[in-house]
């Protein structure tokens, strides 16, 4: 097996790679605003560093989002289209559960920055060897958790953003590929289905169908 | 002949997402997947449905266009891609698509400019671009008279629209008109029944001091908005709008100033060779009008056919064939998607 894992969800772009047992290789570029120039030549320098070709790769997995709809589609394009270049087996998961799976065990809160003053989050109940999520990836104001879910030790940027409103924060901010990659890995020997690719937007598109025409007549 | 560089180009400045394949000068496939139908109830083309639609129609069109062309990737000797000017989010989809191909295959990018390869594609039907050619691009997001030494190096901008694309024009005075959107075909259908002559609507930047400081620069802005209290007066008279009168004088009026500004820079620069490209380069009164008046003045006009004028991969990868047949270095593998790339920066 060789698993290259990549995700573009967060402020991190990170890709690893990952022959199974363990993480041959990964890069990780922290800016929010360079995805789309500094993913690629993370990946060439993964499979550089371990000595690969992208035609050996048996697998892509990509992080999902939610996340920041621009970064995110970067990541997301540029597995389909590595995967269908290589013909490695393409996969997809929810990056706020790589997110959970380098946390703490226990019930824990992942919550990452939505933008627009809203976090993106899921709970999770995490044991060693599974990452469970006990509610589906949604998009809120924080606010507007329940308190008792807010209390829980939180990991992603939720608590740097507000910290008044997280006051348990674990100090893992972005998605870590080898976490994620780590994941699939264990998800695929146990034969969970991850061949779901699509984008997890959970907003819609900012668009108003168009009805009145401005008056020219002043 | 098999010599000659296999170049795929990927093109997602809108919301066309294309793939084309070339072999130099020699067009194997053009496939392009559109989002206009999910844009028409907005009015316009919505940023984020179109990089949505990129993201989704990426593989099936890339997949397509190596079908319908009888090619592998794996032989590919170069991958293109618009790096800009466009939309930032949907330029992105493609950017980020070129390079996975690249990583994936080993092989060289070339970030292209938008504008320059609407000038390239013309190889493909025309055959070599004569140098220095002056072109006329004119889309739902540029219009732009520019002189081309070398279209893989050498772009010089001589005018541009000061405020609206002369697309955007033809969009917003069909939404006046009540025509579907895009409003270039249909503008042109109706125009068709309708007298050029019948209203005199405004020449933008054709006279006086205007013509001294914007002499190849173009505006759109004014006469959409005296098309729109044109029909405005008319209605609230209660009178019926002659639709096709409308739009055949309204048409007139942009291309009349389109044509005879290309034309002056032609003579101008001493130029002999005009091109016009662009989404709106497919309006038959256009062509007709720069025909009419390229062959008064001397000068060899091209249009590339329709499909190849609206956004396409074919004229990236034309625009890449070039850049590989002339030994140009290729791009970084961190080239940026630049929304606002000028023209003069062909490659990014």
Redesign the interface.
């Known amino acids: 097996m060789l698993l290259l894992a990549l995700d573009t969800s967060t402020s991190a772009i990170t890709v690893a790679l990952h022959d199974g047992d363990r993480v041959l290789a990964q890069a990780t570029t922290l800016d929010a605003r360079a995805h789309g120039e500094r993913l690629a030549p993370g990946i060439q320098q993964v499979l550089a560093q371990a000595g690969a070709t992208p035609t050996e790769l048996t697998h892509v997995v990509c992080g999902l989002g939610p996340g920041p709809f621009t970064g995110l589609r970067v990541g997301i394009v540029t597995a389909r289209v590595l995967a269908f270049t290589t013909g490695a087996a393409l996969h997809g998961m929810c990056s706020l559960d790589a997110l959970a799976a380098d946390g703490p065990t226990g019930e824990i809160l992942v919550a990452t920055d939505a933008r627009r003053k809203e976090v993106y989050w899921a709970r999770y109940a995490v044991s060693p060897g599974s990452v469970r999520a006990l509610t589906p990836a949604a998009v809120d104001r924080p606010a507007d958790l329940p308190e008792q879910v807010r209390a829980l030790p939180t990991l992603g940027r939720g608590p740097l953003l507000y910290p008044e409103l997280f006051p348990a924060p674990v100090g893992i901010l972005d998605v870590s590929a080898a976490a994620l990659a780590g994941l699939a890995v264990r998800r695929l020997a146990a034969g969970a289905p991850l061949s779901d690719h699509e984008p997890l937007y959970l907003r819609r598109p900012d668009a108003a169908p168009h009805i009145v025409t401005k008056s020219a007549l002043g | 002949m098999n010599d000659e560089p296999l170049v795929l180009g990927i093109e997602t400045s809108c919301d066309e997402t294309g793939i084309g394949i070339v072999r130099g000068s020699t067009l194997l496939v053009d496939a392009v997947a559109s989002s206009v139908d999910e844009h028409a109830?907005?009015?316009?083309v919505?940023p984020?449905?179109a990089?949505?639609a990129?993201?989704e129609a990426?593989?099936p069109t890339?997949?397509r266009a190596c079908r319908d062309a009888g090619v592998a990737?794996r032989d590919i000797d170069a991958v293109a891609v618009t790096a800009g000017p466009g939309l930032?989010?949907a330029l992105?989809?493609g950017?980020?698509?070129a390079?996975?191909?690249?990583?994936?295959?080993?092989k060289p990018i070339y970030g292209v400019n938008h504008l320059a390869a609407h000038v390239a594609v013309d190889v493909l039907e025309h055959g070599p671009l004569p140098e220095p050619t002056m072109a006329l691009l004119v889309s739902g997001g540029h219009s732009s008279l520019l002189l081309v030494p070398d279209v893989t190096g050498d772009v010089r901008p001589l005018g541009a629209t000061i405020d609206d694309a002369a697309g955007e024009a033809f969009d917003k005075v069909a939404?006046?008109l009540g025509l579907p959107f895009p409003g270039g075909p249909h503008i042109d259908r109706v125009a068709r029944e309708g007298d050029r002559v019948a209203i005199d609507f405004p020449r933008g930047l054709t006279t006086g001091r205007d013509l001294d400081r914007y002499r190849f620069d173009f505006s759109f802005s004014g006469l959409k908005?005296a098309v729109?209290?044109w029909v405005?007066?008319r209605q609230?008279a209660g009178e019926s709008v002659p639709v096709a009168d409308v739009a055949a004088s309204f048409q007139e009026a942009v291309v009349d100033v389109l044509t005879r500004k290309a034309v002056a820079a032609c003579r101008d620069q001493g130029v002999d060779d005009l091109l016009i490209g662009g989404g709106v380069a497919a309006n038959s009164r256009l062509r007709a009008l720069a025909q009419e008046r390229c062959d008064r003045a001397g000068i060899r006009l091209r249009v590339p056919r329709p499909g190849l004028c609206t956004d396409n991969g074919a004229m990236v990868a034309a625009l890449g064939a070039q850049f590989v047949a002339r030994g140009r270095t290729p791009s970084l593998?961190?080239?940026?998607?630049d929304s606002s790339m000028p023209v003069t920066s062909v490659q990014a």
């Open positions: 109830r907005f009015g316009g919505v984020e449905v990089s949505r990129h993201l990426m593989v890339l997949e990737l930032a989010g992105l989809v950017v980020a698509a390079k996975a191909l690249a990583v994936g295959l080993g939404r006046v908005t729109s209290r405005q007066v609230a593998l961190d080239l940026p998607a």
